[in-house]
């Protein structure tokens, strides 16, 4: 038998040459299989550890690339933590921008607003949007049943069915709504672009957009010109910038900007179709 120090120098061991911080994932597996907390985890290190097979076997799918975010079941997006599982897209820090960026956009946080989003993956833009503007509706959809699942779930987390209306379409098909704003982080990966192991984990229908990555934005750039939305805020591929400003101007959008990620790499867009709200 051996004792959850042990346990922990053991599975630091294990993922040394797999992940850039071995024994913070190490630690955070623990905490999984514990259910505890890194506290409570310090202050029993000599106390017998008794799942050491259900530990190996999380550490095997970890070697294995599986992101620690599936392993777990959690993500942490926007200071809150998020169910995820294998049907939905992890988020990513750099969508935090993009709400930054669409709140910013929104002067009166109190206003009756109706708002869109394409591709709601887990819920996480929708959710965080909903809790910061009182008197907004969404209606969020998505293709795949699998995210719609985890979005619902991470709905009822937060208390907002009443607030976030979900359907399985394609992008706004057969949604008649009035729509103020429109949002996306669609998938943008080209096709034919060789991802790193993790990404593998990812549903393929969160990842790529299409032969050239960027087709997607067409649609959506239609839709919001039809609905004649207010705002229209995507995030998009770091080298999508021009293609993407082609697109914007041919449909006839002349006041809009792009805003970069904390690389600095171009990371998105806002439309701004009419004054702001
Ligand atoms: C990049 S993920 C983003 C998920 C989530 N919004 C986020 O930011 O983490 C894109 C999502 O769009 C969905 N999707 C792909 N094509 C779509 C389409 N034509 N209409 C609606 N959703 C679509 C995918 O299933 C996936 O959940």
């Known amino acids: ?32 299989i514990l259910k505890k907390d890194n506290v409570y985890i310090f202050l029993h290190e000599n106390d017998e550890f008794n799942f050491l097979d259900e530990y190996k076997e999380i550490l095997k799918r970890r070697i294995a690339f599986e ?8 993500v942490s997006f926007y200071s809150k933590q998020f169910f995820i599982d294998k049907g939905a897209l992890i988020p990513r820090p750099e969508t935090e921008l993009l709400i930054d960026e669409i709140l910013k956009n929104i ?18 833009i929708s959710i965080i949007l909903a809790l910061s503007l009182k008197n907004a509706h ?30 399985q379409t394609s992008y706004l098909d057969n949604i008649s709504d009035n729509i ?3 949002i996306s982080n669609p998938p943008y990966v080209a096709n034919e672009f060789k991802i790193d192991k993790s990404l593998e984990y990812e549903p393929k229908e969160a990842i790529f957009g299409g032969e050239k990555g960027y087709e997607i934005y067409k649609n959506i750039i239609q839709i ?4 004649n939305v207010k705002l229209l805020s995507c995030e998009m591929g770091y080298d999508q910038k021009k293609p993407i400003s082609l697109i914007l101007q041919e449909k006839g959008f002349k006041n809009f900007y792009f805003y970069k990620d904390l690389a600095k790499l171009d990371r998105g867009f806002i439309v701004k179709n009419h004054s702001l709200l």
């Open 67 to 74: 992101p620690i975010e599936y392993i777990t079941n959690s």
């Open 138 to 167: 969404f209606v969020a959809t998505d293709i795949s049943s699998d995210a719609l699942k985890i979005a619902e779930k991470n709905i009822n987390k937060f208390h907002l069915k009443d607030k976030i209306e979900l359907f």
């Open 180 to 182: 103020d704003i429109l």
């Open 107 to 124: 002067e009166n946080k109190n206003k009756i607003l109706n708002i869109a989003e394409i591709g709601i993956g887990s819920g996480i």
């Open 1 to 32: 038998m051996i004792s959850i120090k042990e346990a922990l120098l053991y599975g630091t061991k294990e993922l040394k040459d797999v992940v850039d911080n071995p024994k913070k994932e190490a630690m955070i597996l623990l905490s999984f």
């Open 224 to 227: 919001a010109k039809e609905k």
